[in-house]
């Protein structure tokens, strides 16, 4: 099969149409917090709050969506004032004093958790970045930048991080130069930052030459420094939504670069292989783990359907297909939109459910906790919406709907 | 329903036959490891080898089982041997520089990973002193009334182990006291120890005072220190098999006490609670995580069934059962016991399956692993084979069975 330009058109209008009519308005406003800043995003399916903590990354991940809304889709202010909430909040509550930021913090601000890991920074850059961009605001972007260079301190500087396993079994995991890439690209293609070209060129060596794995076509989640596989259970295990929005940055930056053909061929390739070993033949959907020699993986609730692995292939088969044309990626696209929009989205309250078993039905009916909120569904339904823009032409969600003077408010 | 004298019997016999015919089979005499001491346990569905890795919670518990065994079943030298080697192991090579324990060391001995808890520590007590009474070695004995000593001082010394969360919201788990009443339970019952019965009274109150809620008829699995409820996701969260192994701990000790009455209410009252929070009524079998108020559980795995707390409730309900001889126990027992032994038991290479679906389907296969090994599943099986020989005054296994020569080689 293959798409048309009517085909794409379409597909844009979905993506638009779900983002801002379905997705957006089951988040916002009501989770803005108006009383401490930030969001209350931990919600259950009809948007009852479950819990009034605050999940680090969400927060920032939030704001980045508010400002990427207002810098790309329509500059309302009340999208504007969404993303200086969230900031404000992260710049006055989610740092601890030696710079760091925590995980978890109470509505208040109070820190609850931090974890040994820089994520909930890198998704801090993103969201300063974005709403610098999007305000005009110096301070946030230099805050942007200056956490960007912690960042990648914190990922190159031995030591810095308190580490979590010993050193007797080195190892390191593809999540890493994938976020920072992420980050980089956001960075420059926002507000622009010198290092970033360069870095992103480093990270795509890194997983070229020691992740992926062509002699038994496969993307690996983590590796001894070398490259090579380290053959105990955590080293067998795959994730194969992950390794898959590792090839769409990779697919963005081929982009990015027109077409660069090498990067092409190094996502779609990273795409293929993870498609073969992700997509589950018998119930439809992406698991969520699996072992690299068909073992049995250490996580028992391996067999899963997430959400945000789906999120990831829409964007990364629907990209492919536009840089080739293949009409694989069409068909493939197809498939895992079927599936995900049939089983993940909640037809009566909006957004999706997040955790299905294998079969596909609902396992838990939270849309919001303290690793999902407003971020990878969104991203996918603004990333595909802009990219059917871009191929076809065909404007985004408010020049070809006729919302008949509906605002999204926020 | 009620059990007659011989149905009691038959329990007995088929616990015996399960335990010495089918579950230890399954790891002995194969899993020593002939060249560097302890045991290789991460085994798939067939025994295959999937990783030569040692989970140093499991290499005690396999210690505590061996000699558990040499102890109460049969006094056969492989059984002895095989504890000593799990014995030496520990001692040898699952020590930090510190006197605090790994978690995960390489089949050499070579440490992957610390926790930030003292579990470990409570496994190679009971290790240690199960090996002392079987072997007279009084260093064992030393050994496991110095590190029982520790233990204590690392759930009561503030600041001796480092806090995974911030001091915002203090909390505590009843993990803690149940472990370690149980530990000094076998401990007392091993080679004894002075400080044990007091220290048991205590671990008692604490989760009578703070973590059982007649209200709400509930037994709390975290609360706040002063055992109020902490109404945030993680404090809702309720583990039924982990409450009714609590629940068959506080039985033990009134069967100990010569059938203490106010211990038997506090222990059925557990068993009451969370059976009726845990049992699934549509599919059967123990929901693995519950919300108190039936709200999103955040881990999304939250309705599969584990093998352990099956183990759990197996010996929960038997041993309610020939307390108080409530029918009501009986028949619970019978529930668990048919859908345990129908769904977890492996009845082509023995042993159970670890993890399965909501529906009662296999998950994954793995036997053994950084949490499953010979443990649960044989001790549910010993217990229950013990309790029948002291009600019934019928013998163990090796008693009623015609077992033809058919030695238990290890």
């Given at each position: 099969m293959s798409y048309t330009k009517n085909d794409l058109e379409k597909l844009g209008a979905f993506y638009s149409q779900q983002l801002l009519e379905d997705t957006v308005p089951f988040w916002f406003p009501r989770s803005l917090d108006?009383?401490?800043?930030?969001?209350?995003?931990?919600?259950?399916?009809?948007?009852?709050?479950?819990?009034?903590?605050?999940?680090?990354?969400?927060?920032?991940?939030a704001a980045w969506l508010l400002a990427t809304l207002y810098n790309t889709v329509e500059p309302g202010k009340?999208?504007?004032?969404?993303?200086?909430?969230?900031?404000?909040?992260?710049?006055?509550?989610?740092?601890?004093?030696?710079?760091?930021?925590?995980?978890?913090?109470?509505?208040?601000?109070?820190?609850i958790r931090k974890r040994r890991y820089f994520f909930s920074e890198t998704f801090a850059v993103i969201a300063n970045a974005a709403y610098a961009k999007a305000s005009g605001d110096q301070a946030a972007a230099e805050k942007a930048r200056e956490l960007f260079g912690k960042c990648i301190d914190y990922a190159t500087v031995p030591g810095l991080l308190e580490p979590k396993f010993a050193s007797t079994r080195p190892a390191k995991g593809i999540g890493v130069p994938m976020i920072l890439m992420n980050t980089a690209q956001q960075l420059r293609e926002t507000i622009g930052d010198p290092r970033c070209d360069g870095l992103i060129e480093q990270f795509i060596r890194e997983i070229?030459?020691?992740?992926?794995?062509?002699?038994?076509?496969?993307?690996?989640?983590?590796?001894?420094?070398?490259?090579?596989?380290?053959?105990?259970?955590?080293?067998?295990?795959?994730?194969?939504?992950?390794?898959?929005?590792?090839?769409?940055?990779?697919?963005?930056?081929?982009?990015y670069r027109n077409n660069d053909p090498h990067l092409i061929e190094l996502g779609c390739k990273m795409l293929d292989y993870m498609w073969e070993r992700g997509w589950d033949k018998e119930f439809g959907g992406i698991f969520y783990f699996r072992d690299v020699y068909d073992r049995p993986v250490q996580e028992y609730w391996q067999d899963m359907k997430f959400w945000w692995p789906h999120n990831e292939v829409i964007i990364a088969t629907l990209l492919a297909y536009t840089l080739t044309g293949n009409e694989k990626y069409a068909k493939w696209h197809q498939m895992v939109h079927d599936y995900a929009y049939d089983h993940f989205h909640d037809k009566k309250n909006g957004e999706w459910f997040g955790y299905l078993h294998r079969d596909g039905s609902v396992a838990q009916t939270a849309k919001g906790n303290l690793f999902k909120g407003p971020f990878h569904l969104p991203r996918?339904?603004?990333?595909?919406?802009?990219?059917?823009?871009?191929?076809?032409?065909?404007?985004?969600?408010?020049?070809?709907?006729?919302?008949e003077n509906k605002s999204i408010e926020i």
């Open positions: 108006p009383e401490h800043g930030g969001y209350l995003l931990m919600r259950d399916h009809d948007g009852t709050l479950l819990d009034d903590d605050k999940a680090v990354w969400i927060q920032g991940r009340e999208w504007l004032e969404g993303a200086k909430s969230g900031i404000d909040f992260l710049n006055k509550y989610c740092f601890d004093t030696d710079g760091r930021m925590f995980f978890h913090v109470t509505r208040l601000g109070e820190p070229e030459t020691d992740f992926v794995k062509d002699d038994i076509q496969c993307v690996m989640e983590q590796v001894a420094p070398d490259g090579s596989i380290i053959d105990h259970i955590d080293g067998r295990t795959l994730n194969p939504g992950h390794a898959i929005e590792g090839a769409w940055f990779i697919l963005h930056e081929a982009k996918q339904e603004w990333y595909c919406a802009q990219l059917m823009k871009e191929v076809t032409g065909t404007g985004f969600a408010r020049d070809i709907f006729e919302i």
